[in-house]
């Protein structure tokens, strides 16, 4: 323990200063899993072990360094933390917070470490939006259980909004098992810190129309969703339940090295036309993704060319800028 601790005393020397996202909560309740998923690093989630201390890693969204904190959440370190709060909870600016809400048995333990962690955050004079994951949310839970978990989940949110006494905290249903509720929950709550995201949204929503398509999602490599755009509930099931599938069928490709010529994967399944293109924004910055579905025949070769190369161009405007 005392290794991972140690090693960030080192922190806050770099030069542009990271974006701070920090994940919390008890241990087991799955923060190092949703963060695997969002990597689709589905073979190393199987053999997750305990987190030992704070553990960091850093990616880039739109152009941004974000630093996500990984906090090992067995009792020692969570004493640890508390004891030393500037250490690891400073200049947190996004703080996720993750609630195994099968394990009813540790609730009252994960409410009691959610209300020091929130005074802490007072203590420091740091006021980051928090997120509330009710995790392993799993689209399998059998009906019965199912009802009693919604009551859970209705039950705690009231508790936590009348007790925290907090500006922001916001709730998500998550589970690894359907990796769209981790996608769709990151993205949202990244995306609220970066205000060119409006922008790209409506970009999407008009490109969209302009194919007639059904719907469209683009995101970036990191499973961030930048912008999506869905005819109706249907094509929003569609889309939403396969684009991590589509992500990860790339990166099984991009592992073949394969021409970069004529680069998207086409898919066509009881009349629905799924397609998923990179978007290359420059040769040295990893490219973003488009899957989009239509319905009645194939994507025209206006789709290919004209249309998707104007915008193209004006999604890497609203990107670089
Ligand atoms: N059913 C279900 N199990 C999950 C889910 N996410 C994670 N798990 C399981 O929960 C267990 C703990 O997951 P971890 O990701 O190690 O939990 P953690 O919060 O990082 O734990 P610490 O590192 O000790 O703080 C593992 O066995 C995971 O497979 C989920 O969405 N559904
Ligand atoms: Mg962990």
Redesign the pocket.
């Known amino acids: 323990m005392e290794d991972s601790l140690l090693f960030f005393q080192e922190e806050g020397q770099s030069k542009e200063k990271a974006l701070k996202i920090l994940f919390t909560?008890?241990?087991?309740?799955?923060?190092?899993?949703?963060i695997l998923a969002l990597k689709r690093e589905f073979s190393k989630?199987?053999l997750?072990?305990?987190?030992r201390g704070a553990q960091r890693s850093n990616f880039t969204l739109l152009g941004k360094e974000i630093s996500e904190w990984?906090l090992?959440?067995?009792k020692s370190y969570r004493i640890a933390y508390l004891k030393n709060p500037s250490k690891f909870f400073e200049d947190t600016e996004i703080a996720i917070y993750?609630i195994?809400i099968?394990d009813t048995s540790r609730i009252t333990e994960s409410m009691s470490y959610f209300y020091d962690v929130i005074e802490k955050f007072k203590e420091l004079n740091i006021s980051p939006p928090v997120y509330v994951f009710f995790?392993?949310h799993?689209p399998k839970l059998i009906q019965s259980v199912k009802q009693e978990i919604e009551n859970e989940i209705q039950k705690l949110q009231k508790e936590i909004v009348e007790t925290a006494n907090y500006w922001k905290i916001n709730f998500y249903r998550?589970?690894?098992?359907d990796p769209f509720t981790i996608m769709s929950a990151l993205s949202t709550l990244l995306l609220e810190l970066f205000p060119k995201s409006e922008l790209i949204q409506k970009t999407i929503t008009e490109y969209s129309k302009k194919l007639d398509c059904e719907g469209l999602i683009i995101v970036d490599r990191n499973s961030i969703i930048l912008g999506s755009c869905f005819k109706d509930d249907n094509s929003r099931k569609k889309l939403s339940g396969t684009i991590a599938y589509f992500l990860s069928l790339n990166d099984v490709f991009e592992e073949m090295e394969l021409e970069k010529q004529e680069d998207q994967i086409i898919l066509k399944k009881s009349g629905n036309y799924f397609m998923f293109k990179p978007i290359t924004i420059k040769e040295t910055t990893l490219p973003y993704y488009m899957l989009a579905l239509k319905k009645h025949g194939p994507f025209d070769t206006n789709f290919l060319n004209q249309d998707f190369n104007s915008f193209v161009n004006i999604f890497k405007d609203i990107v670089s800028s």
Not at 25 to 34: F, H, Q, R, V, Y
Not at 174 to 177: K, L
């Open positions: 909560g008890l241990d087991a309740a799955g923060k190092t899993s949703i989630i199987a997750v072990e305990p987190t990984d090992g959440g067995q993750v195994d099968l995790h392993k799993d998550t589970s690894i098992y």
